[in-house]
């Protein structure tokens, strides 16, 4: 069965998967501005940090395609492009990957101004959107490799193969939904599952947006791979009473920014999750690109943590289910779940702290806590890979 694409693209063209809409019904929206782009991004119709950043490069690469702009000079179109990518980082602040793509594109872009003092303003558009797409084609083999390297090292680290497969749990979702394909945390546990060494995967609901229920789940049916979804507070229950019988060996999560020291911002609940795996004795793994590294941020306290709407978990909206169980997507409402009145602090992700982490994969390797418990992540983001935050 062909894997899920969450984005769609050829010259001139972006179509993006509305996740809100599943797992009921398929819906690709047209992209054809920035604008188009940022309010795909801030309303969650698209959501992964390597997602994020597909769609707002690749949102701006279809408007100077079709001509959206106007630029007499060189300077005049890297001026434009600079004005849209600064407005699309406003999208999603928290989200590294955005931050770091759009540096990485500014950066081409100038590199053809010094290195071709001919250039024009076509040479300049043509240079972004090449750069736009490389960027997606990139991420599709960056995830594989994530996997790859992360199989195994739980191959390495818990002993798995085939004579002894082993469950995993995952949070949020972090498959080709979020990504240009595969998937970072749940890419490995689709690389565990094709190597014949995955039991069992289970996955959490992720409240208050239900990442995990409307998406990980639907991803994890979509392909035939054994999963079970669990509300977010019953991870430890399971833990305590399935670990044996099931041979649960770690949490997988994925990362929207991971700093110098190691400590990673990530959905919220992620961060008790790592407490319950140190205390049941599971290993806590990070899946995340290069891109997701930020070495200018030295700890997890200086990341900036949005807070969304309180309206995410008083109220909750979906398709009407029928008495004879069917879903008529056709109809869908809205509900209360709470008081109205009530406050609500609705933090969109909190960080992991270092010492919780037992290895952070990338697609260039995996990386591990020193003698000291440090994480030397400098070694393995390559400048000449990625553009420094």
């Not at 849209?84 to 872009?109: F, H, M, Q």
């Not at 969304?308 to 509900?335: A, F, H, M, W, Y």
């Amino acid at each position: 069965m062909a894997t899920l694409e969450a984005i769609q693209y050829s010259p001139g063209k972006l179509k993006v998967l509305d996740q809100l809409q599943l797992p009921h019904s398929f819906q690709y929206e047209v992209v054809a501005t920035c604008e188009d782009a940022f309010d795909c991004i801030r309303s969650m119709r698209v959501r992964g940090a390597p997602a994020i950043a597909i769609v707002a490069l690749l949102g701006l690469a279809v408007e100077l395609h079709n001509g959206e702009y106007q630029a007499s000079t060189v300077d005049d179109i890297i001026a434009y492009i600079d004005k849209r990518l600064d407005y699309l980082k406003e999208s999603r602040p928290t989200a590294v990957d955005l931050g770091n793509s759009i540096t990485l594109l500014k950066k081409l872009i100038r590199g053809v101004r010094e290195t071709e003092p001919e250039s024009t303003v076509d040479d300049i558009v043509k240079a972004y959107i090449a750069g736009a797409e490389e960027y997606m084609n990139r991420d599709l083999h960056t995830n594989v490799s994530i996997g790859d390297n992360g199989t195994n090292w739980l191959r390495d680290v818990v002993g798995a193969s085939k004579d002894n497969t082993i469950s995993v749990l995952t949070h949020c979702n972090t498959g080709s939904l979020a990504t240009s394909g595969h998937g970072t945390a749940l890419g490995i546990i689709r690389s565990l599952h094709k190597d014949g060494l995955l039991k069992h995967a289970f996955c959490t609901e992720t409240r208050p947006y239900n990442q995990g229920s409307r998406l990980t789940a639907f991803e994890l049916v979509y392909e035939g791979i054994p999963s079970t979804l669990i509300t977010d507070s019953m991870a430890g229950a399971l833990f305590a009473t399935q670990k044996a019988e099931k041979n649960i060996a770690a949490v997988i999560v994925g990362a929207d920014r991971v700093v110098a020291n190691g400590d990673t911002a990530n959905k919220i609940g992620t961060y008790q999750l790592a407490v319950l795996a140190r205390y049941h004795g599971l290993k806590f793994i990070v899946a995340a690109p290069r891109t997701s590294i930020d070495l200018a941020t030295a700890a997890g306290s200086d990341i900036h943590i949005e807070e969304r709407k309180k309206e995410e978990l008083t109220q909750v909206s979906g398709p009407v289910v029928k008495q004879d169980g069917t879903v008529d997507s056709n109809e869908v409402v809205r509900i209360a779940t709470a008081d109205q009145r009530i406050d609500v602090w609705n933090p969109a992700f909190d960080v992991t702290p270092h010492e919780l982490i037992d290895a952070i994969v990338t697609e260039a390797g995996v990386v591990v806590k020193d003698s000291e418990g440090k994480f030397d992540l400098a070694r393995i983001k390559s400048e000449s890979d990625v553009a420094k935050a």
